[in-house]
T-cell receptor
Framework: GAVVSQHPSWVICKSGTSVKIECRSL??????MFWYRQFPKQSLMLMAT?????????EQGVEKDKFLINHASLTLSTLTVTSAHPEDSSFYIC???????????FGPGTRLTVL | GENVEQHPSTLSVQEGDSAVIKCTYS??????FPWYKQELGKRPQLIID?????GEKKDQRIAVTLNKTAKHFSLHITETQPEDSAVYFC???????????????FGTGTQLKVEL
């Protein structure tokens, strides 16, 4: 399977600050990456599809101006949570598909806590 | 869009018994169905997957069945062990379908507890 890393693994920030989360595909190039959010004891909800060299595609109900996604290279996608509030506290996970017709491999996740 | 339902939400079995988790999906265009195991605070790990051209797939103690007509698929774990305790998620994905976007839609999860 693919090797996917995320940084940081956890972050605590004050309300109103912005937080950047990185997702890296370590052993292959990915034109597409996915960002999910998982609240405690709930399922994974797709937030957006990150597309290398073009704009991200956001799922319904996800504010694109609040969750900024940049996919500047074939191995790195970043998610920036802008003006974070306590309700943004969650587990953010990225995933990378090896090929279009293949499964997705997940990063280790980033635990965000907004005070 | 796709909607995936998963049952039961919690499942307790005795060590050595079998466990079955069931999922249904709504989009007939879905053609790929992975199962993930997630331990507390960790990433989801793929344990088995099945594509729509196959009705059953087995990997040691784990098997998955798919009924395309009824739009449901199931995970079967035999000879359960304490280390099987985790949350299991089913998912459905439209692969290679124009506009499908290779998106995964997850079920709500099943907390499996294997008791000694």
């Amino acid at each position: 399977g693919a090797v996917v890393s995320q940084h940081p693994s956890w972050v605590i920030c004050k309300s109103g600050t912005s937080v950047k989360i990185e997702c890296r595909s370590l052993d292959f190039q990915a034109t597409t990456m996915f960002w999910y959010r998982q609240f405690p004891k709930q399922s994974l909800m797709l937030m957006a599809t990150s597309n290398e060299g073009s704009k991200a595609t956001y799922e319904q109900g996800v504010e694109k101006d609040k969750f900024l996604i940049n996919h500047a290279s074939l191995t790195l996608s970043t998610l920036t949570v802008t003006s974070a509030h306590p309700e943004d506290s969650s587990f953010y996970i990225c995933s990378v598909p090896l090929r279009l017709a293949d499964t997705q491999y997940f990063g280790p996740g980033t635990r965000l806590t907004v005070l | 869009g796709e909607n995936v339902e998963q049952h039961p939400s919690t499942l307790s079995v005795q060590e050595g018994d079998s466990a079955v988790i069931k999922c249904t999906y709504s989009d007939s265009a879905s053609n790929y169905f992975p199962w993930y195991k997630q331990e507390l605070g960790k990433r989801p790990q793929l344990i088995i997957d099945i594509r729509s051209n196959v009705g059953e797939k087995k990997d040691q103690r784990i098997a998955v069945t798919l009924n395309k007509t009824a739009k449901h698929f199931s995970l079967h774990i035999t000879e359960t062990q304490p280390e099987d305790s985790a949350v299991y998620f089913c998912a459905a994905n439209s692969l290679g379908v124009t506009g499908g976007g290779n998106k995964l839609t997850f079920g709500t999860g099943t907390q499996l507890k294997v008791e000694l």
